[in-house]
């Protein structure tokens, strides 16, 4: 499986990167059968299109991997579910991770 390049984003940063694939954190708010309502680290609140059913519960933290649909919107290629609602996660920290990541990029180009 090849890996393919993503974007980390969080959900006010959508829009700028539609049909390109991005990586998101988001708490887990609600979920209706393929359907996901969760809240980005910079408290958007985000829909996901989920390519299969996930055991992820409210409260939980997941990664969505996918592409935007629209500015609040991801169609999902893939979940990954983090440790649950007791997961130490440092949404403020991420944020600003995200946000360094995409002002900074001539940091990160190798070659």
């Given at each position: 499986m090849a890996f393919e390049e993503r974007i980390h984003v969080n959900g006010s940063m959508l829009r700028q990167f539609a049909g390109q694939n991005i990586s998101i954190i988001l708490c887990v708010e609600d979920k209706a059968g393929m359907n996901l309502s969760a809240s980005s680290t910079?408290?958007?609140?985000?829909?996901?299109?989920?390519?299969?059913?996930?055991?992820?519960?409210?409260?939980?933290?997941?990664?969505?991997?996918?592409?935007?649909s629209g500015p609040t919107a991801v169609k999902a290629k893939e979940v990954i579910c983090l440790k649950g609602d007791n997961a130490d996660f440092d949404k403020?920290?991420?944020?600003?991770?995200?946000q360094f990541m995409n002002n900074c990029k001539e940091i990160y180009r190798c070659g």
């Open positions: 910079d408290d958007q609140r985000i829909t996901v299109l989920l390519p299969e059913s996930i055991t992820a519960s409210k409260g939980d933290w997941v990664e969505v991997i996918g592409r935007p403020e920290a991420y944020n600003m991770m995200v």
